[in-house]
């Protein structure tokens, strides 16, 4: 099955810095590519995702990127700001029959200081 | 739309008796997933239904865990025999594409505290 791998655990920056979580995946038939934000005590939220047919996609502040060939994704957030620091999961995932599961990475607990 | 409605939202029981977690995916969604999360093991996939039907219960920890979806908005999560090695937060989650690749909302979740 598919196995998500991701890049730091934790990440600590302070306010305006950048900040960059990494993902590898190992079934390259995988298509989405999901980034959930989960803070404390609260559900997973979809923050951005994008697919395979896509290299980059950006929203404002944030911006995914995907190699494909590589198989990994990353997640980049500009002008970090302390509303940021929560916990950080990527996804992968095959479209299409029924194998419609997200596999999760294990999260990046990002921390931004002022 | 309310958004994915679970219940209880907290839950503290002692070790043996039967716990049932209840979701209302958001309607029109056609895939629902149950998923756990614990510090020690992350969010682990449970099992998830496409049309109400289940399609991989493979993340089912053991026979005392099992999951029903009777009709399109509505599922449980029960456990009979609780343990405490149980407690965690569940949640449950939908998504409108049965075929994948599309997102899932997630519930609140429900705390569970086995004693």
């Known amino acids: 099955g598919e196995n998500v791998e991701q890049h730091p655990s934790t990440l600590s920056v302070q306010e305006g810095d950048s900040a960059v979580i990494k993902c590898t995946y190992s079934d390259s038939a995988s298509n989405y590519f999901p980034w959930y934000k989960q803070e404390l005590g609260k559900r997973p939220q979809l923050i951005i995702d994008?697919?395979?047919?896509?290299g980059e996609k950006k929203d404002q502040r944030i911006a995914v990127t995907l190699n494909k060939t590589a198989k990994h994704f990353s997640l980049h957030i500009t002008e970090t700001q302390p509303e940021d620091s929560a916990v950080y999961f990527c996804a992968a995932s095959k479209g299409g029959g029924t194998a419609s599961k997200l596999t999760f990475g294990t999260g990046t607990r990002l921390q931004v200081t002022l | 739309d309310a958004g994915v409605i679970q219940s209880p939202r907290h839950e503290v029981t002692e070790m043996g008796q039967e716990v049932t977690l209840r979701c209302k995916p958001i309607s029109g969604h056609n895939s629902l997933f149950w998923y756990r999360q614990t510090m020690m093991r992350g969010l682990e996939l449970l099992i998830y239904?496409?049309?109400?039907?289940?399609?991989?219960d493979s993340g089912m920890p053991e026979d005392r865990f099992s999951a029903k979806m009777p009709n399109a908005s509505f599922s449980t999560l029960k456990i009979q025999p609780s343990e405490p090695r149980d407690s965690a937060v569940y949640f449950c989650?939908?998504?409108?594409?049965?075929?994948?690749?599309?997102?899932?909302?997630f519930g609140p979740g429900t705390r569970l505290t086995v004693l």
């Open positions: 989650a939908s998504s409108l594409l049965a075929g994948g690749g599309d997102t899932q909302y």
């Open positions: 994008i697919r395979s047919n896509v």
């Open positions: 239904f496409n049309n109400n039907v289940p399609i991989d």
